[in-house]
Nanobody, 123 residues
Framework: QVQLVEAGGGLVQAGGSLRLSCAAS????????MGWFRQAPGKEREFVAA????????KYADSVKGRFTISRDNAKNTVYLQMNSLKPEDIAVYYC????????????????WGQGTQVTVSS
């Protein structure tokens, strides 16, 4: 039983930065793998970034590599997505997801999802 709440979305100018957070319930957060996904208007949901239970392994979509950074603070039951050099192509609703198994898995392996936070980038 995991509840996830995203925050930090908003409107930013192209080239700017935004930091998303996802707060999770439960005292076993440190054992979860966490991921960020996004869905742009009229498009399918896509993978953005993931981090394993310890933070020792991360993965990024090619479209965000070098611009976005995923991190976690297990003491705060929170995962973050630092987004730099934002582009209009990054406009989407961003979702966090949890996999209680702890290891990095495909999108279908995430059993819990947040409700999303909107990111808008002005050109």
């Amino acid at each position: 039983q995991v509840q996830l709440v995203e925050a930090g979305g908003g409107l930013v100018q192209a080239g700017g930065s935004l930091r998303l957070s996802c707060a999770a319930s439960g005292r076993t957060f440190s054992s979860y793998a966490m991921g960020w996904f996004r869905q742009a208007p009229g498009k399918e949901r896509e993978f953005v970034a993931a981090i394993n239970w310890s933070g020792g392994s991360t993965k990024y979509a090619d479209s965000v590599k070098g611009r976005f950074t995923i991190s976690r603070d297990n003491a705060k039951n929170t995962v973050y997505l630092q987004m730099n050099s934002l582009k209009p192509e990054d406009i989407a609703v961003y979702y966090c997801a949890a996999h209680v198994g702890g290891m990095l898995v495909p999108a279908t392996g995430y059993g819990y999802w947040g409700q999303g936070t909107q990111v808008t980038v002005s050109s």
